[in-house]
């Protein structure tokens, strides 16, 4: 997927992804990533998500990476916070208390800038590059917090039916994407109300994906 498709997505408003309201599926399950309040969160691809407020709210502390600095802005809008904005190469950092969102290609993003992560929250990243990208996607999100564990979230439908994004995750693909380093089990499979788009049937799975021994 190219990063003008993004870029212009949120030019044009087109952004049906995001929900107005923390995710029912993260507020159900967050806690059985057993993490304390205080803890620090990765979210990657993390758009303008109301699941940001959520976490902050429960006393957690956020990193984000997003493409889009409109999005970013109107993230810092909506918490109603000034950020402090500065320039890491070709990442630009906004920083308030307790949050940190680097705007810019997550690809750029290293290890020592995003610092330390105590848990990932993937909600619509995986799921939003296609295929050809999503194994880089996953290595890249393993090396940048040393394997944090994860509350994942897919979509499990006929790719067939519908051109994506988001695309179709399947347990095969999730296990070969994160089978070698975690334990991965699904917690909760969701029927889409009404189908994905209104026009195909499609599940949404949530995955705990801990650390293995
Ligand atoms: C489907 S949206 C999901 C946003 C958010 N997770 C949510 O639940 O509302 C995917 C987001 O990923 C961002 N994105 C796409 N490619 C990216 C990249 N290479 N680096 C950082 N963000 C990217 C897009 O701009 C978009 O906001």
Known sequence: MEKSFWLDKWQRNEIGFHNPQAHPLLVKHFPKLGLEPGARLFLPL?????????????????????????????????????????????????????????????????????????GIYDRAALVALPESMRREYAQHLQHLTGNAPQLLITFDYDQTQLPGP???????????????????????????????KGRCEALEKVWLVERAE
Not at 51 to 68: F, K, N, P, T
Not at 170 to 195: C, F, W
């Open 166 to 196: 988001p695309f179709c995750v399947s347990d095969d693909e999730v296990a070969q994407l994160y089978g070698d380093n975690y334990r991965l089990t699904l917690i909760d499979a969701v029927e889409v109300p009404g189908g994905l």
């Open 46 to 118: 993390c758009g303008k998500t109301l699941d940001i407020g959520w976490l902050l709210g429960q006393g957690y502390r956020v990193v984000g990476a997003e493409l889009s600095e409109m999005a970013v802005e109107q993230l810092f809008e909506q918490l109603s916070v000034a950020p402090e904005i500065s320039e890491h190469g070709e990442l630009k950092r906004y920083r308030a208390q307790d949050i940190d969102i680097y705007a810019g290609d997550i690809f750029q993003l290293q290890r020592e800038l995003l610092s330390e992560v105590d």
